[in-house]
């Protein structure tokens, strides 16, 4: 398998977070996350839900977590990965083919949501500043993504 292309974010609060994209995975998900951060969809995006031990969500344009981008809900691609800390995962509403924008990163442990949810990436560096992030649904000053920027494999 070749090196795989990697999700920088930038965040408000201070720091990077580094995430590999694992098309292997998830070759929709993955080109959708590429194509949103690419466009600056994600730019100053809140992370509205953050909730201690398990997980920081985040990609929905209005903060409130009921929301996407315009373009069509994917069809899951649910594999064995397992939901661990820093897996990259897709949020949805309860229908398995309805993720969008959203995406949240794991603290800790969540293997209730294996083979239910999209993994499509793992956080490499920059765990720290995720769980840095204001906690809350939704925190009262939120965390934000000040940047999202795709880069190539080298």
Known sequence: MTDADRLHLELSTGGEVVIKLRPDLAPNHVQRITELANSGFYDNVAFHRVIPGFMAQGGDPTGTGTSG???PDLKAEFSRAPHVRGTASMARKPHPDSANSQFFICFDDAGFLDGQYTVWGEVESG??????????????????????????AE
């Open 69 to 71: 981008s315009a373009l």
């Open 127 to 152: 765990m720290e500043h995720v769980d840095a992030l204001p906690k809350g649904e939704p925190p009262s000053e939120p965390g934000r993504i000040a940047k999202a920027t795709i880069r190539k």
